[in-house]
């Protein structure tokens, strides 16, 4: 089964930082150009980084801009989203996303809470 499963979410305070991790199965990412959505409640989903196969990393996102990160470990068949200073508005769940080629997957989420 071909799929991709996020992790690595929580709940945290503001200020505070987490590693998200987004594992594909039943494929390998190498050639896939991979983002990272967040979707908050009563909102759209929002582009956030994308990491293309070669390692370029691109930012969408003004509100996250300085804070987040996107790396990818293509040993471990997993893309990464570091998230620092974290804020209440981050709070949201947050989605990893491989393109290639016509073929799209998603996964199915992982909630990330900013709240003291």
């Known amino acids: 089964q071909l799929q991709l499963v996020e992790s690595g979410g929580g709940l945290v305070q503001p200020g505070g930082s987490l590693r998200l991790s987004c594992l594909a199965s039943g494929f390998t990412l190498d050639y896939y150009c991979i983002g990272w959505f967040r979707q908050a409640p009563g909102k759209e989903r929002e582009a956030l980084l994308s990491i293309s196969s070669s390692g370029t990393s691109t930012n969408y996102g003004d509100s996250v801009k300085g804070r987040f990160t996107i790396s990818r470990d293509n040993a471990k068949n997993t893309v990464y989203l570091q998230m620092n200073s974290l804020k209440p508005e981050d709070t949201a769940n947050y989605y990893c996303?491989?393109?290639?080629?016509?073929?799209?997957?998603w996964g199915q989420g992982t909630q990330v809470t900013v709240s003291s």
């Open positions: 996303n491989a393109v290639r080629l016509g073929l799209n997957y």
